[in-house]
């Protein structure tokens, strides 16, 4: 404190701040005198309207920030709810590895091979640490290169795919999403809902909802990707992606992919097959490498350069991956086995084939040499004997005697699993081929080849459908032939006199027993083949001839287990049956067969240094076109068609059919020791005596009949035949086949391109 003057002096507080007038200056020798401090500016004035602006934005602002803010709290605090709601479903990770509602076939062919899958298969667990390490980067490369630096989702990748939609004319959600490996995951995990077939109508539906787009589940996906952030390390997160991803051709995780299509493990995949399956997961099935191989390498270059630039591949490594593309393995770049596969699976009980929750190992008779020397023969022999642009098909089974199927083609393409199978499926008129039943049959009571035929005139007068008479394919007659010669030249009269002579129920008997199930007609035409039947049918029935006349019951599936297994749950069904006509009428036919090739209608089968027997067959106005046969080794049967039923343009059985069964057989028994075909000769016998030639026409409507001469001996034949009576329908016109006349190829090729129903 400061006293006045007068002593007692009047009490002051000390001064805190100097006046407001500065002190004078304490002069300085030399000194620069004191900078005085710079003026304030004024503060600035605005109008009353700019002030009002002003004002009035400054509320504005306030009342946003303290409105956002709090939404942004609530939203916060709902986010971290739901964050924590997800976390708390959420299993462990093993549990989630394997999402598939059924389960898969495995089959392998008769050397414990794989070759064809059914079903979304699952080749096992993997890790995202066990995986081959090109195949962990690649996947990272390719879907989210930022998966190690982000919390689940990317706002710059949402922001860029937001971009690149809007600038191609889509929506801003349409096209790319902008999603990281973890949203994928939570699409995969259907944001934990799981599947329920009484919600459903299928696993495709829920599968296809599940991936389904739009806002709401946009947002739902944030707080599941986030919360799984929380609970699975980065690692785990990668792993349930490589086992649940879908990867086409119904594979299901990488490891079942790397297997289906390069036949190992994931864990062994090098940079080229890691890059294809990576590029995969854009669109599984259209860059399905066993769809286009070409398009599938295209876009692992692609991931190459991905895995290059960012630093997982070297330039040697990247340029080697390109240099060098992946490759199929032979099973998946044969596609070996597709209609046989098929029919393997529809001949299965549902609960162990299409519709089994279990995975499931079918080990089967298929032969994939001879399934590949079928597919090449039917494809040489339509590339270099068929009109380009023809939409005829084709048809082959393969089988050994006892019924075991070797090798199906269900038509000329590859085509996805379930397509139609021509084999299995197509009901055809079977023709001549039918033929051998109707002397099966005569062989069984009694007759030989040897034995006698009348081929002249027959007319049957059907009650309320007239006359039916029967023609052969030249309109000419022979007279009285044996019935090695009737089968070989295939001709029509003989085939009805020796059905009518031995009854048609006993022929049906043979047909049924032999495996012809179809229904079969009731009338005359039964011995030219008018029923209907499969070629997988027809192939059976020519196999329990060539067995020596026991039945045969075609089968694919030799033991079914599950997976991981040992104990077999279903053995095969099929192979040897009954007897159905002795020993020695089946070598007899085999006789009469091979005659067939020898010097008859089938002669353009001929295999050079074997032994075949067979029969050829055309249905009226050559819809249909077959040939059937077999060697002391393998049994095969040619279907040739058109789908629609339409007319073949110039084929007949012993035409290109024959052909194709040529390439087939030749194929399947390359290196393989020819063998002698079981079969017995008969012993000639003469005709019977006296007969004399017949007119053309009879005057009373009826078969002729023979005329002895006085004193010949008797001779075995098949009689002649009385009127018969029969209600059924008849077809219009029956023509059957002719021989190949091999002094004349010029008429042959006149005969084919024609049309006329020849070999």
């Excluded at 990770?93 to 298969?121: H, K, N, P």
């Excluded at 997160?237 to 036949?263: C, D, H, K, P, V």
């Excluded at 066993?290 to 692992?300: D, I, M, V």
């Excluded at 049957?460 to 459908?465: A, D, Q, R, V």
């Amino acid at each position: 404190m400061a006293a006045s003057g007068n002593g007692r002096g009047k009490l002051t507080a000390d001064k805190r701040y100097a006046a407001s007038r500065p002190a004078a200056a304490k002069p300085t020798s030399g000194g620069r005198p004191p900078r005085k401090p710079a003026p304030r500016k004024p503060k600035r004035q605005h109008g009353l309207i700019v002030g009002l602006i002003i004002g009035l934005w400054r509320l504005i602002w306030r009342v946003l920030w303290g409105v956002t803010w709090r939404i942004g709290a609530v939203v916060g605090m709902v986010l971290a709810l739901a964050v924590f709601y997800f976390y708390s479903q959420l299993p462990a990770v093993t549990e989630l590895l394997d999402g598939r509602a059924r389960g898969s076939v495995t089959m392998l062919d008769r050397e414990g091979q794989v070759f064809a899958w059914r079903g979304e298969t699952f080749g096992g667990q993997i890790t995202a640490a066990n995986v081959s390490p090109f195949l962990h980067d690649a996947v990272v490369a390719t879907e989210d290169k930022r998966f190690y630096r982000h919390f689940g989702i990317s706002p710059r990748g949402i922001a860029g795919a937001v971009r690149i939609n809007l600038s191609e004319g889509r929506g801003p959600l349409s096209g790319n999403g902008g999603s990281t490996i973890t949203q994928q995951v939570a699409k995969l995990l259907c944001l934990g809902v799981p599947y329920n077939p009484s919600e459903w109508k299928s696993e495709a539906a829920y599968e296809q909802d599940c991936r389904s787009g739009g806002i709401w589940r946009k947002v739902k996906e944030i707080p599941y990707a986030m919360a799984m952030e929380v609970k699975y390390s980065k690692e785990e997160i990668l792993t349930i992606y490589l086992n649940r991803a879908y990867m086409g051709a119904g594979a299901r995780g990488f490891e079942a992919a790397a297997q289906r299509y390069f036949g190992k493990s994931a864990n062994e995949v090098g940079p080229a097959e890691a890059a294809m399956l990576a590029g995969l997961l854009t669109a599984p099935s259209r860059f399905a490498p066993t769809n286009n191989l070409l398009r599938s390498q295209e876009r692992a270059a692609i991931v190459v350069g991905l895995m290059e630039d960012q630093g997982y591949l070297t330039a040697a490594q990247a340029a080697d991956a390109r240099q060098n593309p992946a490759r199929l393995s032979k099973a998946a770049e044969t596609k070996s086995g597709g209609a046989f596969a098929d029919w393997v699976m529809e001949s299965t009980p549902s609960f162990l084939s299409s519709n089994t929750t279990e995975d499931v190992i079918i080990r089967t008779t298929l032969d994939q040499r001879l399934q590949k020397a079928s597919e090449e023969a039917l494809e040489f022999v339509f590339d270099t004997k068929v009109k380009e642009g023809s939409k005829a098909q084709a048809a082959i089974v393969v089988m050994s005697a006892d019924g075991a199927v070797r090798a199906m083609v269900g038509g000329r393409e590859a085509v996805a699993a379930g397509s139609f199978n021509r084999a299995t499926q197509a009901k055809r008129q079977t023709g001549s081929s039918f033929k051998p039943f109707a002397y099966a049959a005569a062989m069984d009571l009694g007759f030989t080849p040897a034995d006698y035929v009348e081929d002249t005139p027959l007319t049957i007068n059907i009650p309320g459908s007239g006359a039916w008479t029967p023609k052969n394919y030249d309109n000419q007659f022979k007279g009285m032939i044996t019935l090695a010669q009737a089968l070989a030249e295939s001709r029509n009269i003989p085939a009805v006199r020796v059905s009518e002579a031995v009854g048609r129920d006993a022929v049906r008997r043979v047909a049924n027993g032999f495996g012809i199930v179809s229904a079969l007609a009731d009338g005359p035409a039964l011995a030219l083949g008018a029923s209907e039947s499969s070629l997988l049918e027809m192939s059976g029935a020519y196999a329990g001839i060539l067995n020596g006349g026991s039945s045969v019951t075609p089968y694919g599936l030799v033991e079914l287990r599950l997976q991981g297994e040992n104990d077999v749950l279903l053995g095969a069904t099929g192979g040897l049956g009954q007897r159905v006509i002795s020993e020695e009428a089946a070598l007899y036919l085999t006789y009469m067969m091979n005659q067939v090739i020898e010097s008859g209608t089938g002669t353009r089968a001929r295999i050079p240094g074997w032994q075949a027997a067979g029969k050829t067959g055309t249905t009226q106005a050559a819809r249909d076109a077959w040939f059937l046969g077999f060697t002391a080794d393998y049994v095969a049967g040619v279907w040739m068609g058109n789908d629609d039923n339409a007319p073949l343009t110039g084929v007949t059985g012993g035409g290109l059919p024959a052909e194709i069964w040529r390439e087939v057989m030749v194929r399947v028994h390359d290196g393989v020791q020819p063998q002698p075909l079981p079969m017995l000769i008969p012993e000639p016998k003469l005709p019977p005596g006296g007969y004399a030639s017949s007119p053309n026409v009879m005057a009373d409507g009826q078969s002729p009949t023979s005329v002895p001469q006085p004193g010949a001996p008797a001779a075995a034949e098949v009689p002649a035949q009385e009127v018969i009576v029969y209600d059924g329908p008849i077809p219009d016109d029956w023509v059957n086949e002719g021989p190949v006349q091999e002094g004349d190829l010029a008429e042959q090729v006149l005969r084919d391109v024609m049309g006329v129903f020849g070999n």
